[in-house]
């Protein structure tokens, strides 16, 4: 079954600012899997990202594919990504579900599906894909771990420790079953078709500070049920960001930021469809 979890307006806000947003080697994986397995006449026509949130990866897509239409449940989630999007002509978004994919039988070069396929029902999904894909189209579902952090220049096991124990204690109860599927990096999914290929070498990784790593984990959907379900309980980003800061020995009332860099892993999976209907 599917379930929806991002569709208020200020969640949507948060993820648009502070989600990470992913590397070119990302788009350069999924184009050289084409060009290697799917033998389309036209190029690189046409790509549908589903599950397109704020329109994270759609944007990448659009410099790559001539029209690229990103596909969304959370209205709120499409109006940001509208909003982000001005200066891109030949990307549409639209209302729709890996149920009813608002797109003609066999007319799509590429399916995308990042972040997100673990909240969809995958047979369902499966079932679209096959109907919009052009035969030899490529479908790619792309998923990232949580972020691993650096202190100036090594990996910091306190600062990772912390982060972690999120996860472990005040969120715990909020983590939704699917999210199973993405900490075991989509190992568990079997995509269709025969032709079929893993990435597992490429990195999400940013410069960033302590605040915006607690303004990114805001973004995540087990933080906002906890927020929801506990109004006036001590905020556990709060919390963290308190922890970290002792954590590499600054001041709690210094206002300086302190600066580290996140990578988060990502996974990437490829198929391609069979050339003959
Ligand atoms: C974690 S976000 C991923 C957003 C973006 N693709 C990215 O890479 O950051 C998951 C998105 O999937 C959407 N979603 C959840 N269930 C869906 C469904 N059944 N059909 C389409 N989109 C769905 C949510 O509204 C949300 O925008």
Known sequence: MATRLFEGVEHASL??????TY???????ITQFMKDNCKLNDGFESAVDIGCGTGQLTRDLASSFKNVIGVDVSEAQLQCARDSTM??????????????IPVDTSSVDLVTCAQ?????????????????LKPSGCL????????????????????????????????????AKQTDLLDNRYHDLKLPYNINRRDDSLVIR???TVTGIVNCASSYSHYQRYKKDNPDKKDPLEELKLKMTLEVGKQ??????????????????LAAKNSEN
């Open 15 to 20: 993820y648009d600012k502070y989600r990470p």
């Open 206 to 208: 940013k410069d960033t």
């Open 140 to 175: 790619a579902v792309i998923g990232y771990s949580l972020p691993k952090m650096y202190y100036q220049g090594k990996l910091h096991s306190g600062l990772n420790r912390l982060f972690n124990e999120l996860f472990s204690g005040p969120l715990k109860p909020y983590i």
């Open 87 to 100: 200066n891109k002509h030949n990307i549409v978004y639209k209302f729709g579900d890996e149920q009813n």
């Open 116 to 132: 997100a396929v673990h909240w969809l029902d995958f047979d369902k999904f499966c079932e679209e894909v096959d109907r919009i």
């Open 252 to 269: 709690l009332d210094s206002t300086d930021e302190i600066e580290v860099t996140t990578e988060e892993s990502i996974f990437l999976l």
């Open 23 to 29: 590397p070119q080697q990302l788009i350069d994986s």
